[in-house]
């Protein structure tokens, strides 16, 4: 062997044993922040390790480890069920879904009483409706249920022209691929 080649194969040795120490550390803080309870994170670990994050993501199965351990649920030991990043999500996500949808109650609500009120302060004042306005709330259904209709047309529309782009692109990929010779 010649000087230059066991040098080669000396800084081999020494990198392949620098990834392996590297490696032990990033187990060791996955380990650790799992076992403590905490939000497992890549830069957390990356940190917790003392290297960098693309560490973590050349080396594929400690970054799928990380986010398996993220995942699960932290270990404590006799306390009930455990509460998980995912469903404190969910219950989150619910609860904004939930209050969207009791404003939007509370918004028509408010419409609604404000018509009543409307129609009823204008009873007893005497003044009556016009003779004209039933034709008007007449055209105004009539209108909205055009609007609903060609929305609804328009919907469809959209998606007949998304399937029609998606086929145009799966024939421009079957065109574009290239041909094997037989």
Do not use: C
């Amino acid at each position: 062997m010649t000087t230059s080649s066991s040098r080669t194969a000396a800084m081999a040795k020494g990198r392949r044993a620098d990834t392996d120490r590297r490696r032990g550390r990033v187990q060791t803080a996955l380990t650790s922040a799992h076992a403590a309870g905490e939000e497992i994170t890549i830069s957390g670990i990356a940190r917790a390790a003392g290297v960098d994050r693309t560490f973590l993501y050349r080396h594929r199965d400690l970054l799928e480890q990380a986010h398996a351990l993220e995942a699960q649920p932290a270990p404590t030991p006799g306390v009930g069920p455990a509460v998980t990043r995912a469903s404190l999500q969910a219950d989150l996500l619910a609860a904004q879904e939930r209050a969207v949808r009791l404003a939007a109650r509370i918004h028509q609500l408010e419409n609604r009483l404000s018509d009543t009120l409307g129609e009823q302060a204008w009873r007893e004042s005497g003044l009556g409706a016009p003779a004209d306005i039933d034709k008007l709330n007449t055209r105004i259904v009539n209108l909205e249920q055009q609007v609903v209709d060609l929305r609804l047309q328009l919907e469809e529309r959209d998606q007949d022209l998304a399937a029609a782009r998606q086929a145009n692109r799966e024939l421009m990929t079957r065109i574009n691929a290239p041909t094997t010779s037989r």
